[in-house]
């Protein structure tokens, strides 16, 4: 499901699941342990196969209704906070596509490469609302586009990521994985305490808006994506993609 290995001092962790990797409730709960086995290593954050991550795993969410939508959401807050806040180092290495919680875990690292696909927040045009964390760590990486990102649900290609700033690199495939461990290598020469002070520091404003909000619009969030018109067209939104 994560396949963990390591470049020197660099633990590469591998999202594994499916043709897509997408997201559902054992993928969202493996990671956080996964990252907590590096023993605070710096990080690499990739794909395996033609997708970083394609998202959420909708045909789970259609097929468990709201009770595993109440198990689901909190799991990915969980897993976008526990890549937001290792201390040390976090590198996306996004090797093909990363769409709507895809995306959040690439935004969640301190720094994203990308070699192809798309990267975009998707939700919207499936019709579902966002979380609180997931978009306070977008509003984090995003600044100003994400009301693009959010309103629009564009995909975006790596150059055009680039441009507005929520890509830092393109790179071709074949150097991917190497240029974000030399990345990692990189950030990881500052010590670890300092760098881990800078990364609280930096995202406070993100904690105190979640801190702020998160009572009040997660459960509204739950409502909505376990809520039978949702779940309708989430159906419909699934049946559209397969005749595509």
Request: proline share 7%.
């Amino acid at each position: 499901m994560i396949e963990t290995s390591t470049h020197g001092d660099v633990a590469v962790l591998s999202l594994n699941h499916g043709p897509v990797n997408a997201l559902d409730l054992e993928l969202l709960t493996a990671l956080p342990e996964a990252l907590r086995a590096t023993n605070d290593a710096p990080v690499v954050l990739t794909g395996v196969g033609r997708c970083f991550s394609a998202g959420v795993d909708l045909k789970r969410i259609v097929d468990g209704g709201l009770p595993y939508v109440e198990r689901f959401l909190p799991a990915l807050s969980t897993a976008a906070l526990a890549v937001f806040d290792h201390p040390r180092p976090v590198v996306a290495a996004v090797n093909g596509h990363a769409l709507a919680g895809g995306c959040v875990l690439a935004a969640a690292c301190d720094v994203r490469l990308m070699s192809g696909g798309t990267i975009g927040l998707t939700e919207l045009a499936a019709g579902v609302p966002f979380p609180t964390v997931p978009l306070e760590v977008m509003r984090y990486a995003a600044g100003p586009a994400v009301n693009r990102l959010v309103l629009t649900a564009d995909r975006l290609d790596p150059a055009e990521a680039h441009r507005l700033g929520l890509i830092d690199e393109v790179v071709v495939p074949d150097d991917l994985l190497a240029a974000a461990v030399r990345r990692a290598e990189r950030l990881a020469g500052t010590p670890a305490a300092v760098y881990a002070r800078a990364k609280r520091q930096l995202h406070a404003p993100a904690h105190e808006r979640i801190a702020a909000r998160r009572d009040v619009d997660d459960p509204e969030a739950e409502a909505f994506w376990g809520d039978a018109g949702t779940q309708a067209h989430l159906r419909d939104f699934l049946a559209s993609l397969a005749a595509r």
